[in-house]
T-cell receptor, first 114, second 114 residues
């Protein structure tokens, strides 16, 4: 079975500062990794994904994440945040035998302050 | 391309009633997955349908059921509603569960059980 732990429930940060949202996973098999963002009263939007290959993946809105197999982590980063990045962020995993089943972390609320 | 659509967006039901939620996937997508989102439990996988067959199921009671039609549209049904079923129900579609792994989410149906 797979599990996902997002290490911070809330991350406050000032506008234009860098941010890192941490995600660790547990799995006995290879996984696919995803970050999604959810704005209030909306569904989830895919930010980026890691399937294979380069461990540094770039996504939309200036976000990037690095897959670290030895530390079973997939942390999300942005060098300079904007007020509009205020939202809830979810890390998720799936496997090759269960691609239609995402296992999500509990979410991290990013609060960008002016 | 139009995104994933879900109807209705909001629903209020009484304990003991049943409810049916609808999801129309992105055109060409054959896999539809359903998730329940609550403040306490977070995002939890309900089930996945592919080519009209349930391919995967989460740990929910039998009151939760679903189906998929030949045009890939999906419905989920909850019978004998309980207060704890109040949640945001999200559906997501993907191109082909075995070859394209990212899921695209709809805006969700907010179900309130009174």
């Amino acid at each position: 079975a797979q599990s996902v732990t997002q290490l911070d429930s809330q991350v406050p940060v000032f506008e234009e500062a860098p941010v890192e949202l941490r995600c660790n996973y547990s799995s006995s098999v290879s996984v696919y990794l995803f970050w999604y963002v959810q704005y209030p009263n909306q569904g989830l939007q895919l930010l980026l994904k890691y399937l294979s290959g380069s461990t540094l993946v770039k996504g939309i809105n200036g976000f990037e994440a690095e897959f670290n197999k030895s530390q079973t982590s997939f942390h999300l980063r942005k060098p300079s945040v904007h007020i509009s990045d205020t939202a809830e962020y979810f890390c998720a995993v799936s496997t090759s035998s269960n691609t239609g089943k995402l296992i999500f972390g509990q979410g991290t609320t990013l609060q960008v302050k002016p | 391309k139009a995104g994933v659509t879900q109807t209705p967006r909001y629903l209020i039901k009484t304990r003991g009633q049943q409810v049916t939620l609808s999801c129309s996937p992105i055109s060409g997508h054959r896999s539809v997955s359903w998730y329940q989102q609550t403040p306490g439990q977070g995002l939890q996988f309900l089930f996945e349908y592919f080519s009209e067959t349930q391919r995967n199921k989460g740990n929910f009671p039998g009151r939760f059921s679903g189906r998929q039609f030949s045009n890939s549209r999906s419905e989920m049904n909850v019978s004998t509603l309980e207060l704890g079923d109040s949640a945001l129900y999200l559906c997501a579609s993907s191109l082909d569960g075995t070859k394209a792994y990212e899921q695209y989410f709809g805006p969700g149906t907010r179900l309130t059980v009174t």
